[in-house]
């Protein structure tokens, strides 16, 4: 990753402000993330797809190992990783189309 030292000012109104943050939130990045994403052309929806895969991945991990102690019922466990794998798929082939269609 790329070491980002130089600092940008920006101003703004408190109501201004505070929308900035909740935009930000609802794309799951940073302040800074989001404002360079959004500056640069870039696609938040991308960023936050990327994320809620990761944090899909994470729980599938969890759901394994959970399985593998025989915590959870065979048959749910196999359910709920078929729909754990079809989500994941979903969301890369959005995620693909969305920056293509920005490219």
Request: a positive charge; charged letters at 20%.
């Amino acid at each position: 990753m790329r070491e980002r030292t130089v600092h940008l000012a920006l101003r703004a109104t408190p109501a201004e402000a505070a929308l900035i943050r909740h935009m930000a939130d609802a794309a799951m990045l940073t302040t800074s993330s989001y404002l360079r994403t959004i500056a640069l052309r870039g696609d938040t929806r991308v960023a936050r797809l990327q994320t809620l895969q990761a944090e899909l991945r994470r729980q599938g991990g969890l759901l394994k190992h959970l399985a593998a102690r025989g915590q959870l019922d065979r048959s749910a466990v196999e359910l709920a990783l078929t729909q754990w794998r079809a989500t994941i798929q979903h969301i890369a082939e959005v995620a693909d189309a969305c920056q293509s269609h920005h490219a």
